[in-house]
């Protein structure tokens, strides 16, 4: 990677670890021992998402949970469920919309925790394993399908979900497709593809088709980019697990900023918050912690259902 300007390197701070009580220590998961190698995690946060209120609401996608933190960074638990539940997006005041792994979309009352399927399956056929999600001004869900692919099998899906209820393939040649988000005029989709190392821009036509899907930007070390976000002036920020980063990245995909997690950090995905949304606030997913850095842009205003 060449840059022709050296980007501004900043630390993040942490806000608030899960309490040891939440911890599930020495416990085994069928997810963890797919997907961490074995490694006993007590725990993989996941998909921030702010309500109205200034909480923010996390998953743990081994145990299938989802914690509500509040602005001084107090714990608690809101659902669990036998699932795998990853990214979030509210659907209304007190509705979440919820990617689960293991069970496809399904949403989540913040109230009382109840759980019902939202979309479990397309023609019949189970999804892969749902990753990330990002509604457009006009109710629009765009979702990934990741299941295990990879380089070795570049068959990862990218969806559209109308609020009718037509649900459109978009990619279905993604080498991993993860987090996923909207330009601020809504005219590009942007996916992370995690094994490729890659995040990809996809044009999106006034007929709701795309073409000339390229390679936007790209990045290296173990684990590519994960979870994506974007502010106001069109800086698309990129979490990179394998190397501890977040990069802020120009309309030229070129890095104004690195914001750097401690050693042994794993930032897996963001959400902007405080009352200007000029916060970031980022899951350390293999730590159990939330990760903040105050910036200069706002994040864009997240839709929500019509």
Request: net charge negative.
């Amino acid at each position: 990677m060449i840059m022709l300007q050296n980007p501004l390197i900043r630390p993040l701070e942490i806000f608030s670890a899960m309490p040891e009580k939440f911890r599930q220590t020495g416990v085994r998961s069928e997810w963890a021992d797919v997907n961490q190698g074995g490694r006993l995690a007590d725990s993989f946060l996941e998909g921030p998402v702010f309500d109205t209120h200034g909480n923010l609401y996390v998953t743990d996608i081994p145990f299938g949970r989802v914690f509500r933190i509040d602005p001084k960074g107090e714990w608690d638990l809101v659902a669990q469920w036998d699932g795998e539940p990853n990214g979030m997006k509210f659907l209304s005041e007190t509705e979440l919309l919820v990617t689960d792994y293991k069970n496809g979309l399904m949403r989540l009352n913040i109230q009382t925790g109840r759980v019902k399927a939202f979309l479990e399956r397309r023609n019949s056929e189970s999804f892969k394993g749902v990753n990330d999600l990002v509604l457009d001004a006009r109710g629009n869900v765009y979702f990934t399908d990741q299941g295990q692919t990879g380089m070795h099998d570049p068959s990862g899906r990218v969806y559209r979900l109308s609020p009718d209820g037509k649900l459109d393939l978009l990619l279905n040649n993604v080498p991993s497709p993860n987090g996923i988000v909207l330009s601020p005029d809504e005219r590009f989709l942007f996916v992370a593809t995690t094994r490729g190392n890659a995040v990809w821009r996809m044009p999106l036509l006034s007929d709701g088709s795309v073409s000339k899907v390229g390679q936007f930007f790209t990045s290296y070390g173990p684990s590519g980019p994960d979870g994506l976000a974007m502010d106001e002036s069109g800086r698309l920020l990129v979490a990179n697990p394998g190397l501890a980063y977040v990069w802020v990245l120009s309309h030229w995909a070129e890095p104004e900023e690195i914001l750097t997690g401690p050693k042994g950090a794993s930032l897996t995905n963001m959400a902007f918050g405080g009352k200007d949304r000029k916060t970031l606030y980022c899951t350390d997913s293999s730590n159990g912690n939330i990760l903040m850095a105050d910036m200069s842009v706002a994040g864009c205003l997240l839709h929500r259902a019509k």
